[in-house]
Structure formats: C-alpha cells, structure tokens
C-alpha cells in the first residue's frame, strides 16, 4: 500500500470513529506512522473528560505480541459501557507496527525503540539492543513523545515478554507496580528495575511526566485466555485505584 492510500484509509477511521460522550464510545486517533508508513492508532474509552489519564501500550517489541492480546480485552471490556468514571484509558496495540508485522523485536531499521527514547540514552549500545543513531532518532519514538506530552497520563503500562514479572521502578512508584503484580498475579520477583534500561520509554515517561510508568513482562510464547482477561482487568482496578476521588 502506497503511503497516501494508508493515510486516506486511517483518515477514513477516524472520520468513522462515533466521537460522542455517550456510554461504551470509541475515540480513535492517530499517534504517527511507522518507518514503512503504518498508522500507529490509539482507542480512547471509559469516562468523558478524564481528570485521570492511562495508557496502555500492548507491544513495542514487535516479536513480543501477548500485550496486543491484553489491549483487545481491555477495549472489549470498556466497549459498551460508560466505563470507570473520571478515568481514560488510551490503548495502543503496538508502537511498532512494522515489527509487529515482521514479528522481529526492532523497527524497520534495525532500532530497538526501547532503547532510543531521548532520557539516558545509550549510544554505545548496539546488535540486539541498538539505540539508533541519535536520541529520539525514529519516528516511532517521536510519536510516542509527542502523543504523551499531548495527553500528560497519569499511568503507564507497558507490555513485553519473557520474563515473567511485573517490572517494578526503585521509587515510590514501586508500591503501584507491587499492586499490579498482586492484582494481575504476576510477581515482581522482589526486586526493582528502574533506570537499569537506557532511552526505555517507561524511563523516559517518568522523567518527562513524573507520573508512574512501568513495564509487565510475560513469560514467552502464548498466554491462556484467563490470564490475558486477569491482566485485562489489573489494568482497570489499578487505575481506579490510583486515581483521585
Ligand atoms: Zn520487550
């Protein structure tokens, strides 16, 4: 598909998109595109004029699909409904669509998006985890940066595979991730892990919002139906708990 057919069709979703403040509505836009052109499209449910903001982003990594899984639960479940009230919920199935598509963990040119977010970024790192060739170098990135600025959330939560934890940062913002792991079931294995990772967007998110960011990893390979809608359901208790009133 040319570049100017995928943006007339995601323009198209858009225009499509119900925008009232009706219960169960769908707010669809547009994050950015991908190296190869891929729209990268956000679903914003629950309250109208959320005073508390979240987002969930199922994949970065694109050979690690299972949070794209979780992201489908949570929009099925806020379909219909008026959803917890002063709470939005943005959920984004992969920032990386092209290596989504190819089912390999970097972009289209062989950067490791979760290493290229601008704080503490690392230009030694290479191969695997290769930062890119300056902070914020990927377009993906920037859309990422540009759409959180945008929306100022208030809760991060990240999906990735496989080491079977929750993630949990070595602030206070650990207690929200210790929550997490209770309500989803999956543990945080004890210790913490925040600014281990270089230009990672969970880092950056924190820094640039000083609001909670953190990452869940899977174990590898396919997650049950029970423990995708457990996640699915974390997701929305921990942010009627975190958030005011
Ligand atoms: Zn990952």
Redesign the pocket.
């Given at each position: 598909m040319t570049r100017r057919a995928v943006l007339s069709l995601s323009l198209l979703l858009l225009l499509l998109t119900p925008a009232s403040a009706e219960a169960g509505r769908i707010e669809r836009e547009l994050v950015g595109y991908s190296v190869q052109g891929k729209p990268i499209v956000s679903w914003q449910q629950g309250g109208s004029e959320p005073d508390f903001r979240v987002l969930v982003v199922g994949s970065?990594?694109g050979d690690?699909s299972q949070g794209m899984r979780v992201v489908s639960r949570i929009r099925q479940n806020l379909a219909g409904r008026r959803g917890p009230k002063g709470i939005g919920i943005w959920t984004i199935k992969s920032v990386n669509p092209d290596g989504s598509a190819s089912g390999t963990?970097k972009n289209a040119r062989g950067v490791d998006l979760?290493r290229n977010f601008p704080y503490r970024w690392d230009g030694s790192l290479d191969g695997g985890y290769n930062s890119g060739p300056s902070p914020a170098s990927e377009r993906e990135t920037r859309a990422v940066m540009r759409f959180s600025r945008r929306f100022d959330f208030d809760l991060a939560v990240w999906f990735?595979?496989p080491w079977g934890r929750t993630l949990a940062p070595c602030d206070g913002q650990r207690r929200w991730a210790f929550l997490y792991a209770r309500l989803s079931g999956l543990g945080t294995g004890g210790s913490c892990d925040r600014g281990r990772y270089p230009g990672s967007a969970v880092s950056w998110q924190h820094h640039e919002l000083g609001t909670t960011a953190f990452?869940v990893?899977f174990g590898s390979g396919l997650q049950t139906r029970p423990v995708i809608a457990r996640h699915a359901r974390a997701v929305i208790r921990l942010a009627r708990r975190m958030a005011p009133g």
């Open positions: 970065i990594h690690e963990r979760n990735h595979q990452v990893e």
